[in-house]
C-alpha cells in the first residue's frame, strides 16, 4: 500500500512537470487579461522583459540646474531617517523650486546601504523619501507634485563594502519628471 | 486552495497580465558542501542499472543528496566491490569490508509505454536487511525528481526526520552592471537544477513567497520605477498585480491557508504597516498601527497571528500580532539591537531571523517555547532567512565584505550543516523554499 502510494504521488509530480513543459496555451480568461493588459503593465506587450512599457508618467527629465539645485541626493546617517547639515539646504531649494513651479514633479527616491535586511531596509528608504517629502510639504510643495519610492539596498551607487561606500548609499535621489499638463 | 484562489482571479481577470517569459537563466549554480557533522554515516549508493537512454545518473543524484546534507560519508565508486542492483545480488561480507554501514541497490526499468520506473532498496550492511525499498515512475524528464524523492526516503529511514530533496526554491539572480543590468526571478529544484525563468526586469525584483501548495508565487517588482506586489501562477505564468498603491508595497507572504496575502503598505502616511489582504474578496484590513516601520510579516502556522519587524523601540526588533482586530502586541526578541527579517519554521517551533551581532549580520534562530536564541551563521552580511519544509534547515543569502556577489547558503538549524549555491556568473539572492510536493 505504502509503495502504491508513492507511486501515486510521484505521478503527479511527474503530471507537473510535463505540464510545466509544455508551451503555455492561451486559456479563455486570457483574451480578457490582454484587453487590460495595456492598461495594466508591459508584461503582455514586453514578452520576455517586464520593462518601460508603461512606464508614461514616471518617465525622467533633466530639470533645473542652478545653483544647490544641481545637487540632486540627500545623504543620512547610520539607520536615520532625520535630513541634517547639507541636505537641509538641498531639500529648501528643490521646494522653492517646485513650490514656484506647480507644474513641476519630482519622485523621490529612498535608498539605504546594503546591509542587514532587505525589506527592513526599504522600509528605512521609505521613512527617509518620506521625511524630504514632508520637509517640502512644509515648504509649500503640493502633494500632487511628489511620488515617493523606496528602494532599499537594491540599487547602491558603490556597491563596495567600506564605510565610505556604505555612506554614499545612504541617501535621498530627487529625480524630476515630465512636467504636469496644464488643467484645462 | 488552487482552485478557489484562481476562481476569485477569475473575478477581477481585467488585472491579468501573461508574461511570456522567453529569456533564459544565465547564471549555473554549484553546490559546495561548507560544513558537516564529524561522524557522518557511511554508505555506499551503488551505481544503478539504467538504459542507456535514460540520461541521468539516478545514484548519483542521489549520492549527491546524501553528502551534500553533511550527513554522509559516500563510498567511491571504485572501492566498491561490485555493482548489484538488487539486493539478491549482495555479497554482504565484502560490503562489510568497506566500513559501510548502509547500501543503496537499485535500477531504472522502460515500462514500454515511454515511462520509466525506479526501484531503489536501500540496505542495512550489517544485518543484510532491507531497511526502506520503493518504485517511483512516470515519464524521463522527471528521474530526477524520483532520484531525489528516493533521497528524501533514504534520509528519513536513517535520520527519522522528512527529506527535503525533492523540493523547489525561488531566488532573485541579478546579471550585468549599470544599464545591462538584469533582475531574474528564477524558481529551481533545491539543489539548484531545473531552473525555470519566471520573470526578467531591468529594475529591482524582491521577496519572492511560495502559496502553501506551491502553485503560486508572490513577490515586489518595481518594473514601473515604483514598487507593486504581484500574484502569479508560476505554471503558467499568469500574474496579477494586487497592490500598486502609492508609497511602499512589500513584503507580501501567503496566510497557511493561502487565501490570504500579508504586506506591507506606506500608504500617504509614510509610515510602512503590516496589512492583510484577502485574495478573494480584495479586501484590506490594517494590522498595526504604530508610526514607526512596521514590516517583514509572517505568519504563524496557525494563521491567527503575524510576526514582524518593527522600530518602535528605536532599533529593529521582532513582535507578533493577533490578526484579528484589537489584538495585542507582543515583543518577541530582546538579544542583541538588531533583529529583523523574521520566519517562522512550519513546525511553528523556531523563528528565524538577521541579528547583528560582532559587527556582522549573521542568521540567529530563537526557540518560540523557551526563548533559546543561538547565532547560526558567522556573517558578515547574511540575510533573508528561509526555512525548509521539514524545518530542520535555512536557506538564506550570504554575502562577503570583500565585495564578493551574493551566494545562496543553507545551515541545518543544529548549525552543523551547510552548503553554498554559487552562481556561474552574477549574483544570487532572496532565496524562499517552497512547500513539500503533493503527496
Given at each position: 500500500m505504502r509503495r502504491f502510494l508513492a507511486v501515486i504521488s510521484l505521478a503527479a509530480v511527474l503530471g507537473l512537470a510535463a505540464c510545466a513543459s509544455k508551451p503555455v496555451k492561451p486559456a479563455a480568461s486570457q483574451s480578457a487579461v490582454g484587453a487590460g493588459s495595456g492598461a495594466e503593465s508591459s508584461g503582455a506587450a514586453g514578452g520576455a522583459n517586464a520593462n518601460e512599457g508603461a512606464l508614461g508618467s514616471q518617465q525622467s527629465v533633466a530639470g533645473p540646474e542652478q545653483g544647490l539645485l544641481a545637487d540632486r541626493t540627500i545623504h543620512f546617517s547610520f539607520d536615520s531617517a532625520q535630513v541634517e547639515g547639507r541636505g537641509v539646504q538641498i531639500v529648501a531649494a528643490h521646494a522653492k523650486y517646485l513650490a514656484s513651479h506647480p507644474t513641476a514633479r519630482v519622485r523621490l527616491e529612498g535608498n539605504t546601504d546594503d546591509r542587514g535586511s532587505p525589506e527592513y531596509n526599504i522600509g528605512l528608504g521609505m521613512r527617509r523619501a518620506e521625511s524630504v517629502r514632508q520637509a517640502m510639504l512644509l515648504q509649500g510643495?503640493?502633494?500632487?507634485q511628489i511620488t515617493v519610492v523606496s528602494y532599499g539596498m537594491e540599487r547602491p551607487v558603490d556597491p563596495a563594502n567600506t564605510p565610505s561606500a556604505w555612506a554614499k548609499n545612504r541617501r535621498v535621489d530627487i529625480v524630476y519628471l515630465t512636467p504636469m499638463q496644464p488643467a484645462q | 486552495m488552487k482552485k478557489t484562489l484562481k476562481q476569485a482571479f477569475a473575478r477581477y481577470a481585467a488585472l491579468a497580465v501573461l508574461l511570456a517569459?522567453?529569456?533564459?537563466?544565465?547564471a549555473q549554480l554549484t553546490i559546495q558542501i561548507t560544513s558537516g557533522v564529524t561522524h557522518p554515516v557511511p554508505i555506499a549508493v551503488v551505481p544503478f542499472a539504467e538504459p542507456a537512454s535514460a540520461g541521468t545518473d539516478v545514484s548519483g543524484v542521489i549520492q549527491h543528496d546524501l553528502t551534500g546534507s553533511g550527513r554522509f560519508s559516500a563510498l567511491a565508486r571504485a572501492q566498491m566491490p561490485g555493482t548489484p542492483?538488487?539486493?539478491?545480488?549482495?555479497q554482504f561480507p565484502a560490503w562489510k569490508g568497506t566500513g559501510s554501514d548502509y547500501m543503496v541497490v537499485g535500477r531504472v526499468t522502460p515500462l514500454g509505454n515511454g515511462e520509466l520506473a525506479v526501484d531503489f532498496n536501500l540496505l542495512n550492511v550489517l544485518t543484510g536487511q532491507s531497511v526502506v525499498r520503493k518504485r517511483f515512475t512516470g515519464p524521463p524528464s522527471a528521474l530526477r525528481n524520483a532520484a531525489h524523492r528516493a533521497s528524501d526516503a533514504i534520509y528519513q529511514a536513517i535520520t527519522g526526520i522528512r527529506g527535503a530533496f525533492d523540493t523547489r526554491i525561488a531566488y532573485v539572480a541579478v546579471i550585468g552592471k549599470g544599464a545591462a543590468q538584469r533582475f531574474q526571478l528564477v524558481v529551481a529544484d533545491a539543489?539548484?537544477?531545473?531552473q525555470h525563468l519566471i520573470l526578467e526586469s531591468r529594475f529591482p525584483i524582491m521577496s519572492p513567497a511560495w502559496s502553501p501548495d506551491g502553485k503560486w508565487l508572490a513577490y515586489v517588482s518595481f518594473e514601473s520605477h515604483l514598487s507593486a506586489v504581484y500574484v502569479q501562477?508560476?505554471?503558467?505564468g499568469q500574474r496579477y498585480r494586487v497592490s500598486a498603491r502609492a508609497g511602499e508595497n512589500g513584503a507580501p507572504v501567503f496566510s497557511p491557508g493561502g487565501r490570504r496575502l500579508a504586506l506591507t503598505l506606506s500608504g500617504v502616511s509614510g509610515y510602512p504597516q503590516i496589512y492583510v489582504l484577502d485574495l478573494h474578496t480584495q479586501h484590506l484590513t490594517r494590522i498595526t498601527h504604530t508610526p514607526a516601520i512596521n514590516t517583514e510579516p509572517d505568519w504563524a502556522p496557525d494563521g491567527k497571528s503575524i510576526y514582524f519587524t518593527s522600530d518602535r523601540a528605536g532599533q529593529p526588533q521582532i513582535y507578533r500580532v493577533g490578526v484579528e482586530p484589537g489584538s495585542p502586541t507582543q515583543r518577541i526578541t530582546f538579544t542583541d539591537d538588531y533583529n529583523a527579517g523574521p520566519h517562522v519554521s512550519p513546525d511553528g517551533k523556531w523563528l528565524a531571523m538577521v541579528t547583528r551581532a560582532d559587527g556582522g549580520y549573521r542568521i540567529a534562530i530563537q526557540n518560540l517555547s523557551t526563548g533559546q536564541f543561538k547565532v547560526l551563521t558567522s556573517g558578515p552580511l547574511d540575510s533573508t532567512p528561509s526555512f525548509a519544509p521539514n524545518s530542520a534547515a535555512i536557506i538564506y543569502s550570504r554575502r562577503s565584505v570583500q565585495g564578493d556577489p551574493g551566494t545562496l547558503a543553507t545551515i541545518s538549524i543544529d548549525g552543523l550543516t551547510g552548503l553554498t549555491l554559487k552562481p556561474s556568473q552574477g549574483a544570487v539572492q532572496d532565496p524562499v523554499w517552497g512547500p513539500f510536493p503533493p503527496k
Amino acid at each position: 500500500m505504502r509503495r502504491f502510494l508513492a507511486v501515486i504521488s510521484l505521478a503527479a509530480v511527474l503530471g507537473l512537470a510535463a505540464c510545466a513543459s509544455k508551451p503555455v496555451k492561451p486559456a479563455a480568461s486570457q483574451s480578457a487579461v490582454g484587453a487590460g493588459s495595456g492598461a495594466e503593465s508591459s508584461g503582455a506587450a514586453g514578452g520576455a522583459n517586464a520593462n518601460e512599457g508603461a512606464l508614461g508618467s514616471q518617465q525622467s527629465v533633466a530639470g533645473p540646474e542652478q545653483g544647490l539645485l544641481a545637487d540632486r541626493t540627500i545623504h543620512f546617517s547610520f539607520d536615520s531617517a532625520q535630513v541634517e547639515g547639507r541636505g537641509v539646504q538641498i531639500v529648501a531649494a528643490h521646494a522653492k523650486y517646485l513650490a514656484s513651479h506647480p507644474t513641476a514633479r519630482v519622485r523621490l527616491e529612498g535608498n539605504t546601504d546594503d546591509r542587514g535586511s532587505p525589506e527592513y531596509n526599504i522600509g528605512l528608504g521609505m521613512r527617509r523619501a518620506e521625511s524630504v517629502r514632508q520637509a517640502m510639504l512644509l515648504q509649500g510643495v503640493s502633494a500632487n507634485q511628489i511620488t515617493v519610492v523606496s528602494y532599499g539596498m537594491e540599487r547602491p551607487v558603490d556597491p563596495a563594502n567600506t564605510p565610505s561606500a556604505w555612506a554614499k548609499n545612504r541617501r535621498v535621489d530627487i529625480v524630476y519628471l515630465t512636467p504636469m499638463q496644464p488643467a484645462q | 486552495m488552487k482552485k478557489t484562489l484562481k476562481q476569485a482571479f477569475a473575478r477581477y481577470a481585467a488585472l491579468a497580465v501573461l508574461l511570456a517569459v522567453s529569456g533564459r537563466v544565465h547564471a549555473q549554480l554549484t553546490i559546495q558542501i561548507t560544513s558537516g557533522v564529524t561522524h557522518p554515516v557511511p554508505i555506499a549508493v551503488v551505481p544503478f542499472a539504467e538504459p542507456a537512454s535514460a540520461g541521468t545518473d539516478v545514484s548519483g543524484v542521489i549520492q549527491h543528496d546524501l553528502t551534500g546534507s553533511g550527513r554522509f560519508s559516500a563510498l567511491a565508486r571504485a572501492q566498491m566491490p561490485g555493482t548489484p542492483t538488487h539486493a539478491a545480488e549482495v555479497q554482504f561480507p565484502a560490503w562489510k569490508g568497506t566500513g559501510s554501514d548502509y547500501m543503496v541497490v537499485g535500477r531504472v526499468t522502460p515500462l514500454g509505454n515511454g515511462e520509466l520506473a525506479v526501484d531503489f532498496n536501500l540496505l542495512n550492511v550489517l544485518t543484510g536487511q532491507s531497511v526502506v525499498r520503493k518504485r517511483f515512475t512516470g515519464p524521463p524528464s522527471a528521474l530526477r525528481n524520483a532520484a531525489h524523492r528516493a533521497s528524501d526516503a533514504i534520509y528519513q529511514a536513517i535520520t527519522g526526520i522528512r527529506g527535503a530533496f525533492d523540493t523547489r526554491i525561488a531566488y532573485v539572480a541579478v546579471i550585468g552592471k549599470g544599464a545591462a543590468q538584469r533582475f531574474q526571478l528564477v524558481v529551481a529544484d533545491a539543489d539548484g537544477y531545473n531552473q525555470h525563468l519566471i520573470l526578467e526586469s531591468r529594475f529591482p525584483i524582491m521577496s519572492p513567497a511560495w502559496s502553501p501548495d506551491g502553485k503560486w508565487l508572490a513577490y515586489v517588482s518595481f518594473e514601473s520605477h515604483l514598487s507593486a506586489v504581484y500574484v502569479q501562477r508560476v505554471r503558467t505564468g499568469q500574474r496579477y498585480r494586487v497592490s500598486a498603491r502609492a508609497g511602499e508595497n512589500g513584503a507580501p507572504v501567503f496566510s497557511p491557508g493561502g487565501r490570504r496575502l500579508a504586506l506591507t503598505l506606506s500608504g500617504v502616511s509614510g509610515y510602512p504597516q503590516i496589512y492583510v489582504l484577502d485574495l478573494h474578496t480584495q479586501h484590506l484590513t490594517r494590522i498595526t498601527h504604530t508610526p514607526a516601520i512596521n514590516t517583514e510579516p509572517d505568519w504563524a502556522p496557525d494563521g491567527k497571528s503575524i510576526y514582524f519587524t518593527s522600530d518602535r523601540a528605536g532599533q529593529p526588533q521582532i513582535y507578533r500580532v493577533g490578526v484579528e482586530p484589537g489584538s495585542p502586541t507582543q515583543r518577541i526578541t530582546f538579544t542583541d539591537d538588531y533583529n529583523a527579517g523574521p520566519h517562522v519554521s512550519p513546525d511553528g517551533k523556531w523563528l528565524a531571523m538577521v541579528t547583528r551581532a560582532d559587527g556582522g549580520y549573521r542568521i540567529a534562530i530563537q526557540n518560540l517555547s523557551t526563548g533559546q536564541f543561538k547565532v547560526l551563521t558567522s556573517g558578515p552580511l547574511d540575510s533573508t532567512p528561509s526555512f525548509a519544509p521539514n524545518s530542520a534547515a535555512i536557506i538564506y543569502s550570504r554575502r562577503s565584505v570583500q565585495g564578493d556577489p551574493g551566494t545562496l547558503a543553507t545551515i541545518s538549524i543544529d548549525g552543523l550543516t551547510g552548503l553554498t549555491l554559487k552562481p556561474s556568473q552574477g549574483a544570487v539572492q532572496d532565496p524562499v523554499w517552497g512547500p513539500f510536493p503533493p503527496k
